[in-house]
């Protein structure tokens, strides 16, 4: 089953969107520049195989929840998103400010 909606991080509006999958789930919220994401986004393979795209991205690790997601620390990031100032450690909801 696939759940979208609309997240408010201060004024603006991001998209959640949670895909249950047999025995996981997965999570991202994002915008038109760029996402956070649960554990299943592979950080290494943006970075090396994709990096030519310069996608924003972050991943937080242990969250089952969109609520989780903006709370939790991003365990990793994308080079374009250490660039655009996120960084590891740095809250979900931080992440995506830096996206606007």
Do not use: W
Not at 31 to 39: D, F, H, L, T, V
Not at 42 to 67: P, Q
């Amino acid at each position: 089953m696939i759940h979208m909606e609309p997240i408010q991080v201060g004024e603006h509006t991001f998209i959640g969107v949670e895909v249950k999958l047999p025995k996981t789930t997965l999570l991202t919220i994002s915008n038109s520049r760029g996402y956070i994401m649960c554990g299943a986004l592979d950080v290494g393979l943006l970075n090396e195989r994709l990096a030519d795209r310069k996608i924003l991205a972050a991943r937080a690790v242990g969250v089952k929840t969109l609520e989780q997601l903006l709370e939790a620390p991003m365990e990793s990031v994308t080079t374009e998103a250490e660039q655009l100032g996120i960084k590891p450690g740095m809250p979900g909801y931080e992440a995506l400010l830096k996206l606007v």
